[in-house]
């Protein structure tokens, strides 16, 4: 498997700054964000699974228009896979006719741009021999991050979390895990706002890096923009001595092959 990081940032402003989103190969997105939107018109037609990590807009942003650009351009639908909770907040109030389109209808509902498909946690949907499997996440909506496996490695994706130990006694049992992509949303001086808005900030997550039994390298994403160097700073601090892990902040355009 291959993934590409086409957006990684809590926000835009320039600079290569695009919200979440990771390519999967070519065929398969994590996360719809701005990063989406370097895509040219022929690669978008060639996506045809989008797994979303919950209904945040940062997240989401650009799926209505990749079915708007390039729907009339696919002979199948692009099936959107997330949780029940998720599916029902963008149906309710993303495909309503009211902010977009619902493309579950367009053109007609048996030659729709898009289905949905159910997902939960702990249950892999394999694709190509790729295996994707939602993980527990703890954010203020409905959220999972994703474990994707190419059978001899793996990449963990926590989307937006907070504390959660049940993201690592699932991760502590990953025999082929190599790499892990996580959040730091704020600086330690936001440390309460990261609580209460439920991220994480550069001490929180070494305190949940220290649950990770597994030595792995750690990238770090979705770092709020005009907060980045701080994070950046305060990561390398507290992770020079007190982290087993090597960990890194996670760039644009960064390629994972495993």
Not at 10 to 37: E, K, P, Q, S, W
Not at 64 to 85: C, H, N, W
Not at 97 to 116: G, H, Q, V
Request: include cysteine; hydrophobic fraction near 40%.
């Amino acid at each position: 498997m291959k993934v590409r990081i086409l957006g990684c940032s809590g926000g835009i402003g320039g600079n290569g700054l695009r919200t979440t989103c990771l390519a999967v190969d070519d065929d398969i997105l994590i996360d719809a964000g701005t990063g989406a939107a370097d895509l040219s018109l022929e690669a978008l037609t060639r996506i045809d699974h989008v797994f979303i990590t919950h209904s945040h807009l940062d997240h989401v942003a650009c799926l209505p228009f990749i079915l708007d650009s390039v729907g009339d351009m696919r002979d199948k639908p692009l099936t959107m896979y997330a949780t029940q909770e998720t599916q029902d907040i963008i149906r309710a109030h993303i495909f309503n006719w009211k902010i977009w389109p619902d493309f579950s209808m367009i053109p007609t509902p048996e030659r729709a741009f898009l289905r949905f498909k159910t997902i939960s946690t702990g249950m892999p949907t394999v694709i190509g021999g790729r295996s994707i499997t939602a993980l527990p996440a703890n954010h203020t909506v409905p959220a999972v991050g994703y474990l994707l496996d190419s059978g001899s490695g793996s990449l963990a994706f926590s989307g937006d979390t907070s504390i959660c130990d049940d993201l690592w006694q699932v991760l502590n049992v990953v025999n082929n895990l190599r790499y892990l992509i996580i959040e730091a949303a704020f600086p330690n001086d936001e440390r309460a706002l990261a609580l209460l808005s439920k991220h994480l900030c550069p001490s929180l997550l070494l305190e949940e890096l220290n649950k990770l039994r597994r030595r792995t390298e750690v990238s770090v994403t979705h770092a709020k923009p005009g907060m980045f160097e701080r994070i950046k700073q305060e990561i390398t601090e507290a992770t020079h001595s007190a982290s087993r892990h090597r960990v890194t902040m996670l760039g644009q355009d960064q390629v994972f092959e495993f």
